[in-house]
């Protein structure tokens, strides 16, 4: 079992940075690959992006590329998704989420685990 609890959002405005942190609970963090996902009102939950459990391989979704950076500290049990450049289409709220499966998870139905999500706000 894995518990996630997501914190750092909030309103920033076009352009802005923020970063946002996923602290798991449990000693098995390290066994599981991470994902971040966001959804806006009325859309449906999309991936971000992915870092395999050792946090040597990442990948993105088009949108974010080059703007988006998710890192991970296994000794701290925690997994990062630093925003730059936000634009306000990246409004919405922003979710952790655990995998036990091998591979690039782009899917939700692919994690087992996810955190209550965080706001972010981007104004023009």
């Known amino acids: 079992q894995v518990q996630l609890v997501e914190s750092g959002g909030g309103l920033v405005q076009a352009g802005g940075s923020l970063r946002l942190s996923c602290a798991a609970s449990g000693r098995t963090f390290s066994t599981y690959a991470m994902g971040w996902f966001r959804q806006a009102p009325g859309k449906e939950r999309e991936f971000v992006a992915h870092?395999?459990?050792?946090?040597?391989?990442?990948y993105y979704a088009d949108s974010v590329k080059g703007r988006f950076t998710i890192s991970r500290d296994n000794a701290k049990n925690s997994v990062y998704l630093h925003m730059n450049s936000l634009k306000p289409e990246d409004t919405a709220v922003y979710y952790c989420?655990?995998?036990?499966?091998?591979?690039?998870?782009?899917?939700?139905?692919?994690?087992?685990?996810w955190g209550q999500g965080t706001q972010v706000t981007v104004s023009s």
């Open positions: 870092i395999t459990r050792g946090g040597d391989s990442t």
């Open positions: 989420a655990a995998s036990n499966s091998y591979g690039i998870q782009l899917k939700t139905y692919e994690y087992n685990y």
